[in-house]
């Protein structure tokens, strides 16, 4: 009997319970509370220093961003100049290191503190050294009008307790991420990251195994058969043949003792493009272009002259805001020396092609001050 097929009964599937909405969580400021003592301890400080330990792409950069706003050193005054070179931090550290740490910090975790020691006699002190301090264990109170009172940094001890030490704010020198509104502290760059992060570490540990599956394929052997003692004989002569890269391997030539298929897996243009996606994310979300880390993707040479100079921009604004909080917190006037610059060479490219320049178009001093 023939099969009647009514279209008139199909019917519509339902995704709803399959491919759920994408949905942002709200969130809300951690702020002082008015009215009352707020304190702030940056609780995910080992979850953010774990990712930057063991995610090698990451840890790269941004120590390398770091070196980008620090590396070059700095130039201050004679006067300055020698106090600054007499800072030695917990012993071997120089000034530019001590910045480079809390710049480091502060882009893992938001938050970078050094304790500010000083020399001489009361009324005529002089800053004498910075001691690097971990973010872990330090808190940040703030008074009733959310105005910054005190610090208490508590370092664990080795019956097991804490040994709390109580900082007035002039005696820390901070440096922060973006804040923004009455924030209590400032951004880090891994919070955001943390999905991409784990899709790339997974994407990576995929295609590793794609690769290695490329190597040493699967090999599925067929064997005519169901003695236990010649399978598992069989079994060993193979594996231990693998597991050693024996040349040879001798069996009878009768499809009716033995077959075997060899299952290929290659790598999809899809996987590999996903991960080139998530990775041009993750350098996106940190504000490090994959051209200075080297492998900028598909641009063109125009495209990377102006991802590069926008870049400049980032990096003289960070310089600006750390030489910023030296002179409001340490009063010590310095200026952070400028990668180089790619603007004299467009220039000179522009002219060499006959392009008119007009006087706004690129200025090596813009912005530099």
Not at 319 to 340: G, S
């Amino acid at each position: 009997m023939a099969t009647t097929l009514d279209l008139n009964q199909a019917q519509t599937g339902d995704t709803t319970n399959v491919v759920g909405s994408v949905k942002v969580p709200a969130k809300t400021l951690d702020a002082p509370v008015s009215g009352t003592e707020t304190r702030w301890t940056n609780t995910n400080w080992t979850k953010q220093y774990g990712y930057f330990l063991q995610m090698p792409d990451l840890q790269s950069a941004l120590i390398l961003k770091a070196k980008w706003i620090v590396g070059r050193g700095y130039t201050a005054d004679p006067e300055t100049t020698v106090i600054l070179d007499h800072i030695s931090g917990s012993g071997k550290q120089t000034f530019r290191d001590i910045l480079f740490n809390m710049k480091l910090v502060s882009l893992i975790g938001g938050a970078a503190y050094s304790e500010i020691i000083l020399a001489g006699d009361k009324g005529k002190e002089i800053l004498a050294n910075l001691k690097p301090l971990n973010p872990e264990f330090m808190t940040e109170i703030y008074d009733e009008s959310g105005i910054l009172s005190r610090y208490e940094y508590n370092v664990p001890t080795k019956d097991g307790g804490k040994a709390m030490q109580e900082f007035k704010p002039e005696e820390i020198f901070q440096l922060d991420g973006v804040r923004v509104a009455n924030q209590l502290h400032g951004l880090s760059c891994i919070t955001p990251l943390e999905p991409t992060i784990l899709a790339d570490n997974e994407s990576f540990l995929d295609v590793q195994k794609i690769m290695h599956r490329g190597a040493v394929p699967l090999i599925i052997w067929k064997l005519r058969t169901d003695d236990t003692t010649a399978i598992t004989n069989f079994k060993n002569r193979i594996t231990n043949a693998r597991k050693y890269s024996e040349p040879d391997i001798f069996i009878p030539d009768d499809d009716n003792t033995a077959t075997h298929e060899i299952v290929q897996v290659d790598a999809s243009p899809q996987v590999l493009e996903w991960r080139t996606d998530i990775r041009n994310r993750f350098y996106r979300a940190i504000g490090l272009p994959q051209i200075v880390p080297g492998g900028g993707g598909q641009s063109t040479q125009s495209e990377a002259n102006v991802i590069y100079l926008a870049h400049e921009m980032i990096v003289e604004d960070e310089q600006r805001y750390i030489a910023e909080q030296v002179w409001n917190q340490l009063h010590k006037r310095i200026k952070l020396t400028a990668p180089e610059s790619m603007s004299p060479m467009l220039q000179q490219n522009a002219a060499k092609n006959g392009a008119p320049i007009q006087p706004g178009d690129v200025n090596p001093a813009a912005g530099r001050q």
